[in-house]
């Protein structure tokens, strides 16, 4: 395996459905270890990181590790910058990463469910990326990757914190765990605001996957945990998976009221939208999301037939301009990226028999 | 005492400024103080500590904890070239990180930091994450045996507690050379665990 196949094709949790994924594109979790005696990312010097990572590549090339999968370790000075760029698109390493690109590294398990950043902002930053909601599926894997981890390597754990990290935020369990949704009768009945203003009451943090500030192209919202230290990781994905559950409930009803309320214009929504992406021949990033949305919307509510559901995930990430340059082989100028994007997307609804 | 600066607030924030052997003394309220103290950290050039090796652009949360530290304004008040609060310089003694640079960066240098910086620690630890302050979650199983006879050892001093009340002597005593036992481990095995 090389760098070529994880930026080639989709990811297993692209391709796969998983529980909810009418509404639950994907789960993450990600959580943050150090190693004891070498000062964090920040203050290590060059041989300080090379030590990290010398210790995470023995740790990954144990045999207990060979049996969950093969591991590829791959230090980010050795991957062009447009390889870089469509493993950040693919949520397998973090734009930080990249800017740590003369230190930082990469362990990819050939399926890609499982990936540990090493010298991020701490040391270890491993993550669990799943199709739907699979909250404790997802800690399970990280939990057992990481007890292999921690046989070979000695945590900085305190006795009192928890396990110690860079950024106090993270102290503790370390755990982030976020689960990707996509909420367009939410937005579309103008409830999305009330659902998701409570959820700061409960130590959740909301943010637009796409978009800026709190405008999410798509409708793609990312939800997570703020707070990771005096509850446990079972509490943790607890609490965040049943708000989630209340909200897929909301989305559901507001998807069952177009229907019945609003059918001819949802439809007629949904229509458009597929036939811009069927035949338009210029379509820019935020455009692509928001039609997208409603083609997927349309055939969660049956109105389009034939697409496969996981045409979002997929062109979300494939439209990207990193995955576009890799398909076209060269460096593409933001005007031609708009051409590409188009043919790409009409291209692959073309593979599926798509009616209306 | 009332706030030097805006003559309203009372003063909360005392700091002794030594600049060209001129002692000024500062009597402020927190707001006034955290002011301050922005301006200050504006010209806080990290001596000694060099620049961030990666070069990356401002973190993000660091607005946020800054906003945090502001209210810790004794530890917070930078320390630099001819500037010094009434505690000092106080730094890492591993990696050598001082709190004012943690402060400006939202990151510690290395594990030790959080024994170094304990006392500015738990306020804000508090407030970031709703009022913890104590990991209730996962323990690795290096440390989790140390943990185990932590809490023995603890169980074994009521215990001891009691003997000696009871004026049962020679029962603490076994106790007592039960505990140094237990202590012995603990501390000979630190970093591996038991
Ligand atoms: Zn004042
Ligand atoms: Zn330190």
Redesign the pocket.
């Known amino acids: 395996m090389s760098i070529s196949d994880f930026v080639r094709d989709a990811s297993r949790w692209m391709q796969e459905e998983g529980p909810h994924s009418d509404i639950v594109i994907s789960t993450r979790i990600r959580i943050a270890r150090n190693l004891r005696d070498i000062p964090f990312p920040l203050l290590a010097n060059e041989a300080q990181s090379e030590e990290v990572l010398n210790a995470v590549r023995q740790a990954v090339e144990s045999p207990a590790f060979a049996e969950k999968g093969r591991y590829e370790i791959l230090p980010l000075r050795d991957v062009e910058d447009v390889d870089r760029q469509a493993l950040v698109e693919k949520y397998l390493i973090s734009p930080s990463l990249v800017e740590h690109a003369r230190r930082g590294a990469v362990v990819l398990r050939d399926d890609e469910e499982v990936s540990i950043m090493v010298n991020e902002e701490d040391h270890l930053r491993l993550q669990v990326l799943l199709p739907g909601l699979q909250l404790r599926e997802a800690w399970a894997l990280a939990n057992e990757t990481d007890d292999l981890l921690e046989a070979r390597l000695n945590y900085a754990f305190d006795d009192r914190y928890g396990y110690l990290t860079a950024c106090p935020t993270n102290v503790g369990t370390g755990i982030r765990a976020s689960v990707m949704l996509h909420l367009p009768a939410l937005v579309v009945t103008q409830q999305i605001n009330r659902v998701l203003s409570a959820l700061g009451q409960v130590g959740l943090v909301v943010r637009g996957v796409y978009g800026e500030g709190t405008e999410a192209v798509g409708n793609l919202f990312q939800i997570s945990n703020q707070i990771t230290l005096g509850q446990s990781e079972e509490e943790i994905i607890l609490n965040l998976d049943s708000v989630v559950r209340k909200i897929i409930e909301h989305e559901q009803s507001a998807r069952h009221f177009l229907l019945n309320e609003n059918r001819e214009v949802i439809e007629d929504r949904i229509a458009r939208s597929f036939g811009i992406l069927a035949y338009a021949r210029r379509l820019d990033s935020k455009e692509t999301m928001q039609r997208l949305s409603d083609v997927r919307l349309g055939i969660d509510l049956g109105v389009i037939k034939g697409v496969s559901k996981n045409i979002l995930k997929e062109l979300m990430v494939m439209t990207q301009p990193g995955f576009l340059q890799k398909f076209h082989g060269a460096e593409l100028a933001p005007g031609e990226r708009d051409w590409r994007r188009a043919s790409l997307v009409r291209e692959r609804l073309q593979m599926d028999e798509g009616r209306i | 005492m009332i706030?030097q600066?805006?003559n309203?607030?009372d003063a909360t924030v005392h700091f002794t400024k030594i600049l060209n052997n001129t002692k000024q003394e500062f009597h402020?309220?927190e707001?006034?103080a955290r002011e301050k103290g922005d301006v200050m950290m504006k010209s806080f050039g990290s001596p000694g500590f060099g620049t961030n090796p990666f070069g990356e652009p401002a973190f993000s949360f660091q607005n946020l904890l800054s906003g945090l530290l502001g209210f810790e304004t004794q530890g917070a008040t930078p320390m630099s070239k001819g500037i010094q609060t009434q505690q000092g310089p106080k730094r890492c003694a591993t990696c050598g990180l001082s709190y004012p640079q943690f402060a400006q960066l939202g990151r510690f240098g290395c594990a030790d930091c959080y024994t170094t910086f304990e006392n500015h620690l738990e306020p804000l630890v508090r407030r970031i994450h709703g009022g913890a302050t104590a990991h209730t979650g996962k323990v690795p199983q290096r440390a989790g045996g140390r943990i185990k006879i932590k809490k023995q050892i603890e169980e074994l001093r009521a215990e001891l507690q009691q003997k000696i009340s009871a004026e049962r002597f020679e029962e603490a005593a076994v106790l007592r050379d039960r505990i140094h036992e237990l202590e012995r481990g603990v501390q000979g095995n630190s970093g591996e665990g038991v």
């Open positions: 706030c600066e805006c309203q607030r402020l309220c707001s006034c």
